[in-house]
């Protein structure tokens, strides 16, 4: 009898371990509000909520366990939040992020005695942020409601929150002023307001934040001169105000800030010198000010930042030339110096190679008109990414880039570059990105750009800049602004040169290419079928050439091709239907004499080549619309006989794409 009791009690302890009464009900109704179901919560009826996918209860051991954290982050939940939470009186932690959420908060959710935590970041929330928080729970030190849709301003009742460490509502519609309240959180370490429409100027309160370590205010509406405060900020480690409407000189406090490692003032219309006191500055690692009023030359305080990792300093009116104590970065890893008036080509390259880990060179828009230097001795061994683009530069393209073995991204465009493209451009291992158009490059394309092995087994790993630099590139007549490298579309763009001949069936092994623009050349012969084998191909535009021959029918089993443009050549024959050859315009095809739409057996002439619209209107004729009206009716009367005419409503599901 003993042996049998021994052997019961650890199943009697497992069951009678359960959560309280109050705290079942609330997660019951919390369920109830919600359209999905909840993986793991499907006993709801049992008492037992401790085992609950995403519930924590307390570590006591008796009969009514209290729970404590209600995790449940990238769960696939939408529906609403009801207030029946209010009833889990001892809970501390609540994460709701990464769902499909949606609705106004409940005003319940801050009445919570005990939370500490609260994340509903990624979701979709609308209205305003609940006034009267901090009130009744008073113990709140996270609160993250970034990538929502939050409107109104941010609640002066924050003060309250006096316990507060992290304040996230990044991504949101929130506008207007900072409360002067906000500025009583002094415990706040974690500021983020970033992709928002708060305006007027940054108060000088901001100094009260004095355990600020991260102050992200990016992409708002902020005005007026920096406040001189941040020798009050003596923890402050970031500091990030792009895109933003600032004016004026940088604050003296701010260049000799010894803590700051990471400062973004982008796009701005900061002017004056970069007036950086390094040698205060010990602790800097990354700097963004590219895209502001800045003027006269580089100042060579900056060379003495020497653990500088990351720097943009773009699109400012800096002009001369590189200065030579550049040389002394050696940490420097990420440069960007496009559109500031540089000359000498020559000049930066030799002082730049002593960056001995430099990996990112973006020099675009500079050295007008200057001969690309050819030089033997010019060395970058650690170079994945060079932007050299819109200068343009004239010769050959230089025989010393074909020792760059970790080239991944080559941008070119809009030079004078002439001669042929070189063989060894198709021999490295890493390359996802070559856009070599507008230059006058000739004769054909080598082979050994189709045996590309990051396009062809898809292994592309860029290393992202630390800072938020921001990369522009032209598609048609609009400008694209990229803030990672690695976003780029794997590309091989030749468009708009002299080359001639072939296009190798070869291209068809590489699979990962999205995007290849072979347009305004004069290439000639067939389009090849094996160009169907790029099944990740999003664009082929192989527009005015002298391409003869049919269209491969092949081709429409590219599922991903949006954009395909083959105009203005020498192809006949039948456009291939079926596909995504259904979706292009007749522009796609114009300028090809001998294409034409198949013809149905009845007819014997040639059937011209049509829009889309004028496509869909030959389709819906008379006899159409006689036989969709009859089966409409027929269709009608047969589900009102089977009962199926009113069926029961249903919740509409909402997929929200979320971009960097």
Partial sequence: MFLGLSLQLPNLNSETLTCNPDDLRALNGFSNCLVSTIPGWNGTDSPGCCTWTGVTCDNSTGFDRRVVGLELGSKILSGKICGSLVGLNQLRVLNFSHNFLQGSLPDELFSLPNIEIIDIS????????????????????????????????????????????????????????????????????????????????????????????????????????????????????????????????????????????????????????????????????????????????????????????????ARNNLGGELPNNFKNLKSLTQLSLSNTSLSNILSALTILQHCSNLSMLVLSMNFHDEQMPNDENLHFENLNSLLLSNCQLRGPIPQWLSRCHKLQFLELSWNHLGGNIPSWVGKFDSLFYLDLSNNSLKGEIPKSLTELQSLISG??????????????????????????????????????????????????????????????????????????????????????????????????????????????????????????????????????????????????????????????????????????????????????????????????????????
């Fill in 122 to 313: 990624n979701n979709g929330f609308v209205g305003s942020i609940n006034k009267g928080m901090c009130t009744i729970s008073t113990k709140i030190r996270v609160l993250n409601f970034s990538n929502n849709y939050f409107s109104g301003q941010v609640p002066q009742d924050l003060a309250n929150c006096t316990s507060l460490q992290h304040l996230s509502f990044d991504e949101n519609i929130l506008s207007g002023s900072l409360p002067e309240s906000f500025f009583q959180l002094k415990n706040l370490s974690e500021l983020n307001l970033r992709g928002n429409s708060i305006s007027g100027s940054l108060s000088n309160g901001i100094g009260n934040l004095s355990n600020l370590v991260k102050l992200e205010i990016s992409s708002n509406l902020f005005s007026g001169v920096l406040p001189d405060i941040f020798m009050r900020l003596a923890r402050l480690k970031l500091f990030s105000a792009r895109s933003n409407l600032f004016s004026g000189h940088l604050p003296t406090s701010l260049v000799n800030s010894p803590s700051l490692q990471m400062l973004y003032l982008n796009n701005n219309s900061l002017s004056g010198p970069i007036n950086l006191n390094c040698s205060a500055m010990k602790n800097l690692v990354s700097l963004g000010l590219g895209s502001n009023l800045f003027h006269s030359p580089i100042p060579d305080s900056l060379f003495s930042c020497r653990g500088l990792k990351a720097l943009d300093l």
């Fill in 459 to 660: 292994k592309v790993t860029i290393e992202g800049p630390i800072s938020a630099f921001e990369f522009y590139t032209r598609q048609g007549g609009s400008v694209l602004i990229y803030r990672q490298l690695s976003s780029f579309r794997p590309t091989i763009d030749l468009s708009c040169n002299i080359l001639h001949g072939p296009i190798w069936p070869g291209f068809g092994n590489l699979k990962r290419l999205h995007v290849l623009n072979l347009n305004e050349n004069k290439f000639s012969g067939p389009i090849p079928n094996n160009l169907s084998c790029m099944t990740d191909l999003e664009k082929l535009d192989l527009s005015h050439n002298k391409l003869s021959g049919e269209i491969p029918y092949s081709l429409i089993n590219l599922c991903f091709l949006s954009n395909f443009n083959i105009s203005y050549n020498q192809l006949w024959g039948e456009i291939p239907q079926g596909g995504q050859f259904d979706t292009f315009p007749n522009t796609s095809f114009e300028g090809n004499n001998g294409l034409h739409y198949a013809q149905c057996a009845c007819q014997s002439e040639q059937i011209p080549v049509l829009s889309i619209t004028e496509r869909k209107r030959t389709i819906i004729g008379l006899p159409f619309k006689i036989g969709a009206a009859t089966g409409f009716v027929l269709t009608v009367i047969c589900c009102f006989m089977s009962g199926l005419a009113l069926p029961k409503p249903h919740k509409r599901k909402y997929i929200r794409f979320v971009t960097s």
